[in-house]
């Protein structure tokens, strides 16, 4: 009897369909994969002592009154982005959604102008603002007169409205320290975020999960936040950065005392 070869069958039209779906899906996410998405990637970014020097020039440079020699650090912290024009591509954002060392934010979030020249502009004048009420903040609490005593913050090209609590301390260091003889830092490694009013007032930046990273591994001990920013704080914290979030400049202060003296400090 001779071998007959049987035709073989054809797949079922369920078969089939599926089979189309599954290129039609793989095809879409390989077109994902290089779509640019509206969104940013954020990550630790530099940290400078307010109470030292930004690339080789003094932080703070105050004149009118009598300064103090001081000891310990007080840091502001950023956090890096990617600029406006850096496309960010499905895979890009994924990685980064699993990292916790960087973070997915919508653009229009991170740069509402959209522009990259504008948003420098507006990161520039949120600085020179925050520089401003740093000081208003920190003569007040001094009871000094800004007609005497005049302050200059050099931070370079580093935007934001964020530093301000951290410069207030730093000047309120430098004239004052804890009005005792003794500095505010008590000699540690200190780091810290938030805006501040002329009135003292610290308010919320944003980004803390981030910036209590870049102040750890800068080495600080310890970091200074707006109470309202406590719940983001504890994503990811590094375990060797103590938490502790204040309302005003004024707590701040007791806050730092507190810690030298082994009073109660407030806490996340």
């Not at 078969?15 to 077109?31: E, K």
């Not at 932080?59 to 956090?79: N, Q």
């Not at 925050?130 to 009871?143: I, N, W």
């Amino acid at each position: 009897m001779s071998d007959t070869k049987l035709p073989k069958a054809l797949p079922s039209p369920r078969t089939r369909s599926l089979a189309l779906c599954g290129l039609l899906v793989a095809a879409l996410f390989g077109v994902a994969a290089f779509v640019p998405l509206p969104y940013t990637i954020t990550w630790p970014g530099l940290t400078a002592d307010t109470l030292g020097s930004y690339q080789d020039r003094p932080v703070l440079t105050i004149t009118g009154a009598p300064l103090r020699s001081t000891e310990g650090e007080l840091r502001m912290v950023t956090i890096s982005a990617t600029n406006p024009g850096q496309k960010t591509t499905f895979w890009r954002g994924l990685r980064a959604w699993f990292d916790p060392k960087e973070a997915v934010r919508p653009t229009e979030t991170v740069y509402p102008q959209g522009n990259p020249a504008k948003a420098e502009q507006v990161t520039a004048q949120q600085m020179a603002e925050s520089q401003d009420s740093a000081t208003a903040a920190a003569l007040g609490y001094l009871h000094l007169s800004p007609a005497q005593v005049k302050v200059k913050v050099d931070l370079g090209d580093v935007g934001g409205p964020s530093a301000g609590q951290m410069l207030a301390l730093g000047i309120v260091d430098k004239l004052a320290g804890d009005g005792k003889g003794g500095d505010l830092t008590g000699g540690l490694r200190i780091a810290g975020t938030g805006t501040i009013d002329d009135d003292g007032t610290v308010g919320p930046v944003g980004g803390v999960p981030l910036k209590t990273q870049a102040a750890a591994r800068d080495g600080a001990t310890v970091f200074l936040l707006p109470k309202d920013e406590c719940t983001d704080a504890k994503v990811n914290t590094p375990r060797t950065l103590r938490l502790v979030p204040v309302g005003t400049l004024a707590e701040s202060v007791q806050a730092l005392e507190a810690l030298k003296s082994g009073g109660s400090v407030p806490s996340c």
